[in-house]
């Protein structure tokens, strides 16, 4: 009951008043563990040589074919599970500066970081620890490519999706309030949190990429 009234308090302000937190990530530290779902696998696309690949998998969930070449050609990574070849699920990983399109600025990726967002599991299969599964593959990729933290954020009423963040053993470092004027394109934001990474969001980006939206 309570899980139904916290996502219709999120649809219903959604368009004025949001909260975000926001999640870090030590790849230094072991990585967690959890029992597989051995039905469930994952597969890593990168690089413009594997664009079209992911662009027939992800249309199978209407992801737009032009946003994932646009991603991938950017240098981002895609994680894409499937349950007996049915595509179920993605996450994305960027090394770039991202747009946080909610708060109306830029989370700006520092030396050695990077960023996940935009994480999608089909309905049928939420609640089945799917999301941890699609993690572990791409932090382990991060760590290959000498990331030693990564960032991530969500709305702090999506108690599935914060709870995900943390059996991952990512630290909550940051809570965004944000509000929009109705009619306007007017957004202030109230940080409240570690000051370092309060400064990474920023309202312009030093390395640009296309904007998207959180997981």
Known sequence: ?????????RQSTRSFLNV??????????????RKLYPEFTVRLYRGDEECAAACRQLS??????????????????VAIGTVREEVVAYTWMTFTDVAMKEVGGFLRIPAN??????????PRWRGHGLQFLLNVPVLE????QGVVCTLAWVNALNVRSRRNQLRTQKKKVLTIVSLRL?????IW???????????????????QRAAVSSV
């Open 1 to 9: 009951m309570f899980s139904l009234l916290r996502e219709a308090i």
């Open 182 to 186: 109705p009619g306007t394109r007017r």
């Open 20 to 33: 975000y937190d926001v999640f870090v990530a030590d790849l230094t530290r072991p990585a967690a563990t």
């Open 60 to 77: 199978l969930l209407e992801v737009p074919s032009h946003e994932v070449c646009l991603r991938l050609r950017n240098g981002d990574v």
């Open 113 to 122: 970081h990077a960023a996940q967002f935009d994480t999608f599991i089909t």
């Open 141 to 144: 990729y991060a760590r290959q």
């Open 189 to 207: 934001n109230w940080r409240f949190g570690s000051p370092t990474y309060s400064s990474l969001i920023c309202q312009t980006a030093t390395r």
